[in-house]
């Protein structure tokens, strides 16, 4: 079984600021992690994922996250936080090993960019 | 491809009718889950179908609810008899299949938000 945690309900920076969102994953199989985020009234959108390939693992937006085995974690960054950034992410693991599987997710993480 | 499709983007009913939620999902994915989000509880799934073929619905909270996949490019996910509980935003997503690219990506449609009274 697979399941994350969040760790975070709500983050807020200045815009210009770094972005951290922390995600710890937990899998008895070699994962395949994912960020999505969500706009008001949207569905998600995919920011990134990780697959076995590269640890580091650039997104859109600027975004990016690496994986780290040894501390189970996969946290989310962005240099320098935009006003456009605010939003809902969400991290999310699924089983891997070369089948598509559901998606569990995260409770999400609230990003709110103030000037 | 025009990404998945619900139907209708908001529905409000009242308490004890029935509610049909509808969903197209991307042509060549043969995954589709049902999720649903909450403030208290999230995002939960509900239902996927691998091939039109119902893989698990241990999330389907009660025997209210019933999703079914009679083709490639279209689900549905009927609630009845709907009850205010169950207002919440529904979200279907499709995958592709072994092998390609976008392995295990999950591609979400805008959300029907249901509304009970």
């Known amino acids: 079984a697979q399941s994350v945690t969040q760790l975070g309900s709500h983050v807020s920076v200045s815009e210009g600021a770094l972005v951290l969102l922390r995600c710890n994953y937990s899998?008895?199989?070699?994962?395949?992690l994912f960020w999505y985020v969500q706009y008001p009234n949207q569905g998600l959108q995919l920011l990134l994922k990780y697959t076995s390939a590269a640890t580091l693992v650039k997104g859109i937006n600027g975004f990016e996250a690496e994986f780290k085995k040894s501390e189970t974690s996969f946290h989310l960054t962005k240099p320098s936080a935009h006003m456009s950034d605010a939003a809902e992410y969400f991290c999310a693991v699924s089983g891997g090993g070369g089948t598509a599987s559901k998606l569990t997710f995260g409770t999400g993480t609230r990003l709110q960019v103030t000037l | 491809d025009a990404g998945v499709i619900q139907s209708p983007r908001h529905e409000v009913t009242e308490m004890g009718q029935e509610v049909t939620l509808r969903c197209k999902p991307i042509s060549g994915h043969d995954y589709l889950f049902w999720y649903r989000q909450t403030m208290m509880r999230g995002l939960e799934l509900l239902i996927y179908?691998?091939?039109?073929?119902?893989?698990?619905d241990s999330g389907m909270p009660e025997d209210r609810f019933s999703a079914k996949m009679p083709n490639a490019s279209f689900s549905t996910l009927k609630i009845q008899p709907s009850e205010p509980r169950d207002s919440a935003v529904y979200f279907c997503a499709s995958s592709s299949p072994p092998g390609q690219e976008n392995l295990g990506v999950a591609f979400f449609g805008q959300g029907t938000r249901l509304t009970v009274v």
């Open positions: 899998s008895s199989v070699p994962p395949y």
């Open positions: 179908f691998n091939n039109n073929v119902p893989i698990d």
